[in-house]
């Protein structure tokens, strides 16, 4: 199983969501969160006044998906994030150990 | 009315003199048997008040009929019909016009009889239109007005009288006054009731106390001592007793005398029937019973002071549970009282009384919509009610809750207990509806420092009741389960019609509603990197004053939702599209012009008015920005037109209008330097303080600027020809045949020289317009301002194109496009023109 997590612009969580749907991958986080890469944000401009927007607000999306599915999911997300700009976000690829079911205890490798 | 002099007065007085003696003698013997029996009281001077009430009917009729209508009124004491035997006869002569010679003889034809059968006269003589303004330095008078009882001539006057004087504000003044003669009184008597030798009369705990306990009771709660410590009958006891004594003064002293002095208190014993086989006995009955009445009434007193509500309006007291209606049954009859007792309770950060609640609850349902703002002036007052102020959710919630919400906005019944049933939303939608408002409330005093920035928008808005209004109707159509915003709008028009909104007004409120969703949807849903998605949003708001008020909404809305709907994160998003659109609307209009076949214009050009063709509107808005067309109602276009026909060079063509108190200058010419500079130093020289305003200029040289500012100094109210004089003295600066440094000379070293309160802002700016160099300025406002800095632009070579005026409270933020011989200033230019507007705004230049 590989965990996918997506730092992608929030106005593609809907179009990154349904792309996934598309592959049958109906689980997923979605967090609001704040940061940034390599656009390092940009000054805004207020009546005159400079302010500092460093941090720019993201979506995370997490999903776990088994390994034969992750290559697609990973290509889902990134066509489906794309604006061709900068600040179109990243995509992170973590291997997982197990999974544990709460409501019944049942474990998947 | 003819006014026979034979019938005059002092003619007719001889005839009936002898009688009036004789009826006067009769009275006061009568009221001596009474007083001799020890029953003195209350009924043996109403009696005797009677008796001479008889004999000023029988003087007012033998002094003839009157030249005008008149009233004759008895005041005090006499009023209240408690005459005591050689007490003053206190009177108002009552004019309903003004007093000529004929009135003059009338008033000693009353007047000299009574002075003849030996009766101390206390007469004050006014005419109606004297009560229209308050008497303030004689509040005893105003204090015996109270009591005023009408006793001879014309009734009808005594009716429009009581109407005159009866108002809140009077009575909150004799409240006042009052409440600091008895101070003053109690202080000469040491403040104490245990007077060894007690003036019935003034002493702490006498009849003085007691009609003041009655008249605080009249202005405030009339109910008022029925709740005392002591039983209203036991109060009427102490009065009839200190009248019985008083009675026994009077007589004894053969004069106006009310110390009941030791050798006194032993006549009065005797006369009262005290028992007791010495004198000494019946002087400590009769004393124990003085102190014993003394107390009831000086404690009376002092509840009544503590305990009354303070009146805060016609019919409101504030008391201890909140607002009360004094007279519940008069306030069930008047409905607009009702939303006045919420305005009342808010002012005064207080609750609505329980009791009030329920009176209302239960009279709630005899009333329409329509009944609770009959006037233009209940009208406003549901406006005012509505502007975002501490404890505003909590009256609406009380209103709600009382029914009377719902009945004032019968559409927002429609949601009332409505559950719509979807993943974010945590309450009924009419309590979401309120907790908007709720948090609309709390943002305009929160001290969090990360909703500044949107408080700071709140601060600005000039009529924040209008985003109220949009707020408490903007999810009405919820009661069906389509889509809501435009059932809700469809609802919002009732009621803006209801309440006669202006054109206006009513745009914005149904803006707001239709629109409510749309921020949100862009800010958290759509790419605002991208300029597109902002121009094209910015372009639907159209205006910086929407684009506040629907940030504001939804900021607000969001927050509603649930406790965790609205995140900082959010709130990020929401700013800054609030930032992108903000600079859009202000630094990027400029490169957006009209042009033919414009999209939008068809509508406009459809059957104009009679004098104008289309070819000539099109004419005129080809070239403007296409925020023009935004900015103003169709009417105000045409005037624009009409403004601009034949226009020549060196000349100035005008209108000027008034709207509650904010005028509206449209200017219309060529453009030539230093033209915006001079239009607005002129208006500096009148002492006009402009509010807002935009400085428009077509590719041909047509110049439309339109203001809106106070006449601070109110020269165009108090000049019968103040217009002719303000478009004189333009076309003579826009002409040059005068200069405007000369006319501002006499200002110059006062409020124009006034140095900024806070750091001013100017920054210039090349990137934002395609055309223009943009210079964003944010300082102090102050007379004048706009005049100095535009001065140093056009001293600068510069050509201001278009200008955008606004004001937040005490900050003046304007935006100017400019351009130096029709480019773009260079770097260079711009830092000499900011360093330069910098050291004019900080007052060192």
């Not at chain 2, 029996?37 to 009924?43: D, H, I, K, N």
């Not at chain 2, 303000?726 to 000379?745: F, K, M």
Request: proline share 5%.
């Amino acid at each position: 199983m590989k965990m996918i997590k997506a730092i992608i612009r929030p106005n593609k969580v809907d179009e990154v969501k349904d792309a996934l749907s598309a592959l049958n991958i109906a689980g997923m986080t979605v967090t609001e969160v704040r940061g940034h890469g390599k656009q390092k944000g940009h000054t805004a401009i207020y009546r005159g006044k400079e302010y500092n927007v460093s941090l720019l607000p993201k979506m995370e999306i997490e999903v776990v998906v088994p390994d034969v599915l992750a290559d697609d999911a990973i290509k889902a997300i990134v066509t489906a994030a794309r604006t061709g700009e900068i600040g179109d976000g990243r995509v992170f690829v973590m291997p997982v150990l197990e999974s544990h079911r709460i409501r019944t205890g049942e474990k998947e490798a | 009315m003819s006014f026979p002099p034979s019938a005059s007065g002092a003619d007719a007085v001889p005839a009936t003199a002898g009688g009036a003696r004789a009826v006067l003698d009769a009275a006061r013997a009568e009221l001596r048997a009474d007083t001799l029996r020890g029953a003195g009281g209350r009924a043996a001077l109403e009696r005797y008040s009677d008796r001479v009430d008889a004999l000023l009917r029988q003087i007012y009729a033998a002094a003839g009929e009157p030249p005008s209508p008149v009233a004759v009124l008895a005041l005090g004491g006499y009023g209240r019909r408690h005459l005591c035997l050689y007490s003053d006869i206190d009177l108002l002569i009552l004019f309903s016009r003004s007093i000529y010679p004929a009135e003059e003889r009338f008033l000693r034809g009353l007047l000299h009889p009574l002075w003849d059968l030996g009766v101390v006269v206390g007469h004050q003589v006014r005419e109606l239109d004297d009560f229209r303004t308050l008497e303030t330095d004689n509040p005893e008078f105003l204090l015996a007005l109270l009591d005023a009882r009408p006793v001879a001539g014309a009734r009808e006057l005594f009716d429009r009288f009581n109407d005159v004087f009866h108002t809140a504000a009077t009575h909150a003044f004799i409240l006042r006054s009052l409440l600091q003669l008895i101070d003053e009184r109690h202080g000469k008597f040491n403040s104490t009731l245990y007077q060894l030798e007690p003036d019935v009369k003034e002493a702490p705990g006498a009849l003085r106390d007691l009609s003041a306990t009655r008249v605080i009771a009249l202005l405030t709660d009339p109910l008022l001592l029925r709740r005392g410590p002591a039983d209203p009958a036991r109060f009427d006891d102490a009065e009839d007793f200190l009248l019985r004594v008083r009675s026994t003064l009077h007589l004894e002293g053969a004069r106006n005398q009310n110390v009941l002095s030791h050798e006194q208190q032993e006549r009065a014993a005797e006369m009262l029937v005290y028992p007791g086989a010495e004198p000494r006995i019946r002087v400590e009955r009769l004393m124990s019973d003085y102190f014993r009445h003394a107390r009831i009434v000086s404690r009376s007193l002092e509840w009544a002071r503590k305990t009354a509500p303070v009146p805060v309006g016609p019919n409101l007291g504030l008391s201890r549970d909140g607002i009360r209606f004094l007279d519940p049954v008069q306030a069930a009859r008047n409905p607009p009282a009702w939303l006045a007792a919420f305005q009342a309770a808010i002012d005064h950060q207080t609750d609505v009384a329980e009791e009030t609640l329920s009176c209302i609850q239960q009279h709630v349902d005899r009333y329409r919509a329509d009944d609770f703002f009959p006037q233009p002036a209940d009208r406003a007052a549901v406006l005012q009610l509505l502007k975002p102020r501490p404890g505003l959710y909590d009256r609406l919630s009380e209103m709600h809750d009382c029914g009377l919400l719902g009945r004032v906005f019968p559409e927002f019944q429609a949601i009332s207990w409505r559950v719509v049933r979807d993943f974010y939303h945590k309450y009924t939608v009419d309590e979401h509806t309120l907790l908007a408002i709720r948090n609309l409330e709390r943002l305009g005093t929160t001290e969090d420092s990360s909703r500044q920035r949107f408080r700071s928008i709140l601060t600005g808005l000039p009529a924040p009741e209008l985003l109220v209004l949009a707020l408490l109707l903007h999810d009405v159509g919820k009661w069906r389960d389509d889509d809501h915003a435009l059932e809700s709008v469809r609802m919002a028009e009732q009621v803006v019609a209801r309440l006669q909104l202006s054109p206006e007004q009513r745009d914005i409120v149904l803006f707001l509603i239709r629109d409510h969703l749309k921020m949100s949807l862009v800010a958290f849903r759509r790419d605002t990197e991208d300029p597109d998605v902002v121009a094209q949003f910015a372009r639907a708001i159209g205006t910086e004053e929407r684009l506040k008020l629907l940030c504001l909404m939804t900021l607000v809305d969001v927050e509603a939702v649930s406790p965790e709907t609205l995140t900082s994160w959010k709130e990020e998003l929401l700013w800054r599209l609030y930032v992108d659109a903000y600079n859009h609307l202000t630094q990027r209009y400029g490169d957006e012009l009209i042009e033919r076949n414009q999209a939008g214009l068809d509508e406009l050009l459809a059957s104009p008015p009679a004098d104008l063709t289309a070819a000539e509107i099109t004419a005129f808005l080809e070239g403007l920005p296409q925020r023009y067309l935004q900015l103003f109602t169709r009417d105000a276009i045409h005037r624009h037109v009409r403004l601009a026909r034949d226009i020549k060079s060196d000349e100035i063509h005008i209108s000027l209008e008034p709207n509650e108190g904010v005028w509206t200058l449209a200017v219309v010419t060529l453009d030539k330097p230093f033209l915006f500079s001079n239009i607005c130093g002129v208006l500096a020289s009148f002492g006009m303080n402009i509010l807002r305003g935009h400085a428009l200029t077509n590719p041909n040289g047509l110049v439309l600027d339109v203001f809106q500012f106070t006449d601070d100094e109110r020269f165009l109210a108090l000049n019968a020809d103040a217009q002719k004089q303000v478009r004189r003295v333009l076309e003579d600066v826009v002409s040059g045949r005068s200069e405007v440094t000369a006319r501002l000379r006499g200002r110059e070293q006062g409020v124009l020289k006034t140095a900024s309160r806070f750091a001013p802002v100017v920054r210039a700016d090349n990137e934002a317009s395609g055309r223009y160099t943009i210079v964003d300025i944010v300082a102090s406002n102050a007379l004048g301002l706009l005049y100095r800095i535009s001065r140093v632009i056009s001293q600068h070579g510069c050509e201001v194109d278009l200008v955008l005026i606004a004001t937040e409270g005490e900050k003046a933020i304007d935006v100017f496009h400019i351009t130096k011989a029709g480019v773009k200033l260079t770097q260079a230019e711009q830092q000499a023109l900011t360093s330069d507007l910098q050291r004019t705004l900080e007052g060192t230049a």
